[in-house]
């Protein structure tokens, strides 16, 4: 039993941050650099959790941080939460305002996330990644044992509903609070799903800095995924590495200024509300 919970926390952590680190904050967001064997570290974890090809997940998640919030986004529950919860992946296809070739022109011409991609049709992408994680499980079985070999399976269709429900939870206002008011999307933090999304889900501090590896920003927002890449950039596997504060002086403002403008304003909205 010892094992098998073992086993199950590792395969959690390794799709989890597959997902966080690799999918996310990496190919979406390209917060940080890297050799090609890190990055397939991750984006090998993500994969196993059948949320799609790197290039797929990549294109909507693109789209949901240009068109927030609004008939654009692919999957906002302020169009309804089963549709944003599971509805909008039995599409089938690419929504018409989203080419991958536009959007993701600095994906498409990996060969691995190419064949990954199946030419863009996700019903074969999803076959194929099907086939693979079956392939992986019995090479699990095979080697290590069925204990080993249902641990990972667990994980990942645990890890599978994380980012469906992040989606819906994290731009529903009344369920967490904003950092940052002034953002024109929905997007709020929730602690919870924070630890369930190894430090996704301190969301509306994503939606302000999206191009950052850490997401968590307050003293208390623990971020798991932002202390791994924080970890690996000591170990000199990662360079860099963005953050809000080299995103605001990129954009010539005073170091942090912007961030702490920001709180000061939203602690005095809620004085007045008060
Ligand atoms: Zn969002
Ligand atoms: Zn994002």
Request: overall charge positive; some cysteine; hydrophobic content about 45%.
């Amino acid at each position: 039993m010892a094992e098998f919970l073992v086993a199950f926390f590792l395969f959690y952590l390794w799709n989890g941050m597959g997902i966080t680190i690799g999918y996310h904050r990496l190919l979406s967001h390209r917060a940080f650099k890297c050799s090609k064997a890190y990055e397939y570290f991750w984006v090998a974890g993500g994969y196993m959790t059948y949320q799609g090809s790197p290039i797929w997940w990549s294109a909507i998640h693109r789209a949901h941080h240009r068109y927030s919030d609004t008939a654009l986004d692919p999957h906002s529950p302020r169009f309804g939460i089963a549709h944003a919860l599971y509805g909008w992946l039995m599409e089938g296809k690419y929504p018409q305002h989203i080419d991958p070739n536009l959007q993701c022109k600095d994906l498409v011409d990996d060969p691995i996330y190419k064949l990954l991609e199946c030419g863009g049709r996700p019903p074969m992408a999803s076959l194929l990644n099907l086939v693979i994680n079956i392939v992986f499980r019995c090479t699990l079985w095979a080697v290590f044992g069925w204990q080993i070999a249902l641990a990972s399976l667990l994980a990942s269709l645990f890890v599978f509903n994380v980012p469906q429900m992040l989606n819906v939870l994290c731009h529903m206002p009344k369920l967490g609070y904003k950092n940052f008011a002034n953002n024109k999307d929905d997007s709020v933090n929730v602690w919870w799903v924070a630890v369930l999304a190894c430090g996704e889900g301190w969301h509306n501090n994503h939606h302000k800095f999206p191009g950052s590896a850490q997401s968590g920003l307050r003293k208390f927002e623990f971020d798991l995924s932002w202390e791994t890449i924080r970890l690996s950039e000591k170990l000199g596997l990662v360079t860099d590495v963005h953050l809000p504060d080299s995103i605001e002086s990129k954009l010539g403002r005073r170091k942090g200024a912007l961030l702490r403008l920001e709180r000061i304003r939203v602690i005095r909205q809620k004085r007045s509300v008060a």
